[in-house]
């Protein structure tokens, strides 16, 4: 309840940019899947201080400076994953498999000498898919008398009768798109009242509609309710949702190596964004002893995130001991820094009694766009990242890694296409999202100088507050109120590995599983006492990592 009360508070101090996207998707993007070659994923991403292979060019810049040849990698795959929803009883599948193209790089390491204290100069380019998006989840169950109609009535009021008459309800900057498909869908309406307005209500011949007690009755716009009468009570008949694309990395590295102790790299990241996610919400409005009325409605949003950004990644390995193989790195990730842009479509279709006939409206936004997607262009800044690592070998039989990382997502900023700051998106990311402590640990074997085995495993504490809500400006254009608090994420990781003497592969399998509290949307807006029950959900994926290479 403070949260909301604080959002709130915040609402006359924020401009018409809050419509654009929420710390939920922006969270999305910033995170990373535990990805790369078949010997990184293997080891648990462990491998900061150990270096020696392409994909620490994006966790610990300084590992490319271990390597004295040159090299070249491709790395695909083939990933299952799996959404599991619990809810009400039910238990709701959703798989999707798919054929993954992973990374590819190449290093150049260039030997200096003997004679001065820089020995090796390497320069590196890889890429890396660090995160994908492609999921599909349902659900469905009985809503404890909550309904995304009371959210859209909460998001409305205020809104004037002329707010409504001198405005197209999709392109203004007063009027939420919550609000325009509930109103024009006839799910909500202004309150009523015997307190005289400039608005009475009237009848069809123009004469005045009176209370029980015969009171001339007038629309109060200051307030809205629901369609929803004091016995209906709303079932969720159906929430589905797609989700694909992902997140590509770009990354150009320069390493040294100093004496064969010191190490130090540089490198600079630049990503893709391509994400879409489509979902579908429909209530069914029953009587209080659960039975159909043939009254209802379904809710589809449409919307994708494209855009780009660029990062700057420092990194160093020591070695103090001379005469031992302990490795310690340090690695620093500034923010991210990305200009993307939302595009957003919604459809509505209300199926509601008129007296004894059922009456079905369509609200779609592309009849009042043009036919064409809602676009706004805004930035983001994600957090710094800060990475401490271990390395220790044994003999040339046994390799070591422990690697600690942290990431305060409550730091993420919002900033809109002129570069100022949209407090509301930035102050819910404090309010909602806290810091990641991620700790892996990895172990190689050599059970012969050719062939090794690989074992890892990795963890992610959760990014979200117990409390956090998706919480929508009054004048967002967000139509998927749907949120999951993710919890923490586990990777279990085994790998196999060939090394002849220019040619290698190495292949890796990846478990991953997080669960998570997913809402339908915001419950607070129902003012019940009775809490709207989350949604159990259980995210797996299962892949499996090809890496071929050649070393030269």
Known sequence: ???????????????????????????????????????????????????????????????IGIYRSNDIMTSFGYSSTGVESKYGGQAFNM???????????????????????????NFAFNYQKVKSFNRNMTTAGDLNGHSQTYLMAAMSDGITKPMWDNNNPFNT???????????EGYLISPSLTTDKTPYPLEDADGKPIVDENGKPLYTNYD???????????????????????????????????????????????AYDVNYNKYTLYGEDFRTEKGEATGSGYTLESFNKVTGAGFDFKLGAIVRPFEDSPLRIGFAIHTPTFYNLTWATSARLVSELYEGDKLVTTTVDSYDYLDNRDMKQDYKINTPWVYNLSLGYTVGTQLALGAEYEYKDYSTT????????????????????????NTFRIGAEYKVIPQFALR?????????????????????????????????????????????????????????????????????????????????????????VILTLGMRF
């Open 455 to 543: 074992a890892g495993y990795n963890y992610s504490s959760s990014a979200f507050k117990d409390d956090a809500i998706k919480a929508l400006h009054s004048f967002s254009i967000n139509t998927d109120t749907d949120y999951a608090n993710l919890k923490s994420l586990s990777n279990y990781t085994l790998g196999i590995g060939y090394r002849g003497s220019a040619f290698y592969a190495d292949l890796a399998y990846k478990y991953s599983v997080q669960k998570a509290d997913f809402y339908p949307f915001d419950p607070s807006a129902s003012g019940l006492k009775d809490p709207l029950a989350a949604a159990k959900l259980t995210d797996t994926r299962s892949q």
């Open 173 to 183: 900057d007063v009027i939420g798109w919550m609000s325009a498909l509930g109103y």
């Open 413 to 436: 900023k919002f900033y809109d296409y002129n570069g100022d700051n949209m407090e509301w998106q930035t102050n819910e990311s404090k309010l909602c999202l806290k810091g990641v």
């Open 95 to 121: 798989d999707k498999n798919r054929w993954n193209f992973d990374n590819a790089g190449v290093v150049f390491s260039t030997k200096v000498g003997n004679v001065t204290s820089l020995r090796y100069v």
């Open 223 to 269: 307030f809205y309710t629901s369609v929803l009468g004091d016995g209906d009570r709303p079932y969720l008949r159906e929430f589905r949702s797609r989700e694909s694309g992902g997140v590509n990395q770009f990354d150009f590295n320069v390493a040294f190596n100093f004496n064969d102790r010191f190490y130090l790299g540089l490198t600079i990241g």
């Open 1 to 63: 309840m403070r949260k909301i009360m604080i959002l709130t508070a915040l609402t006359v101090l924020v401009s018409v940019s809050a419509g654009a996207q929420s710390v939920y998707d922006a969270t999305n993007i910033a995170s990373k899947d535990l990805s790369g070659t078949a010997r990184f994923v293997g080891m648990g991403g462990a491998m900061g201080a150990l270096g020696g292979d392409i994909s620490t060019i994006g966790t610990n810049p300084a590992g």
